[in-house]
């Protein structure tokens, strides 16, 4: 469990597929790793995405479930062999299935007394959710009395935004739409995203992404 924690910090970004279906899941994977992004999680809202789980796995990468609703969706995303899992909300019942498969749950959260409910509940971190509707300055604010909390936020986060999270205190952060696009967005444009989070992350004193030539409105939305 402690390893998989490790590594997020590590990589510090996770990438969050979701879609109608799984079908693109390795294609996608495939263009955030030849970028950097490493740690995925795929969305049980996508259908096949248990099944995704073990192709992505063969790539070499970290690989989580999220909008896990119930204890039966997080047994069945350990079966099929989840490094972590991750909830939208408090959901009980959850880390009592992930603990004897050493599974971490991200419990989604969004106040202190959530917070604070989710660790006591077993939950190895807490989804800070929606994260943009407050921006990294709650987090810092959070931790400032709560420094143990380990935090993932998720929501709303763009390339432009995500190195604020971290300076703030953040484990690691979770992106979808501005980082992986749908199902029109090339996959070098992927790649080309994954690379510039990766760098604007790990030099996170970098001003924000000004956009790809051709593309401004990218440093922006992403």
Do not use: N
Request: proline share 8%.
């Amino acid at each position: 469990m402690s390893e998989t924690l490790d590594e997020l910090a590590r990589r510090r970004i996770v990438a969050v597929l979701r879609a109608a279906d799984a079908s693109r899941f390795p294609a996608t994977a495939a263009a955030l790793a030849a970028g950097g992004v490493t740690c995925i999680e795929v969305t049980m809202t996508s259908r096949g995405a248990l099944k995704s789980v073990a192709t992505l796995r063969e790539q070499g990468l970290t690989v989580g479930v999220g909008s896990v609703t119930t204890p039966a969706q997080a047994a069945d995303a350990c079966s099929a062999g989840a490094s972590f899992v991750v909830t939208p909300g408090r959901i009980d019942g959850v880390v009592d299935r992930c603990a004897p498969h050493d599974v971490p749950v991200v419990m989604g959260s969004l106040t202190p007394s959530e917070m604070l409910a989710a660790v006591r509940a077993g939950a190895a971190a807490v989804k800070v959710f929606p994260a943009a509707a407050f921006g990294p300055g709650y987090l810092r604010q959070v931790r400032a009395p709560l420094p143990h909390l380990r935090l993932m936020p998720t929501g709303g986060i763009t390339l432009a935004t995500a190195a604020g999270y971290l300076r703030a205190g953040a484990l690691a952060v979770g992106l979808g739409t501005p980082l992986v696009g749908d199902a029109e967005t090339p996959l070098d444009e992927i790649t080309w995203r994954a690379e510039e989070l990766v760098r604007s992350c790990t030099e996170p004193e970098q001003p924000a992404l000004a956009g790809r030539p051709g593309r401004p409105e990218e440093g922006r939305l992403a």
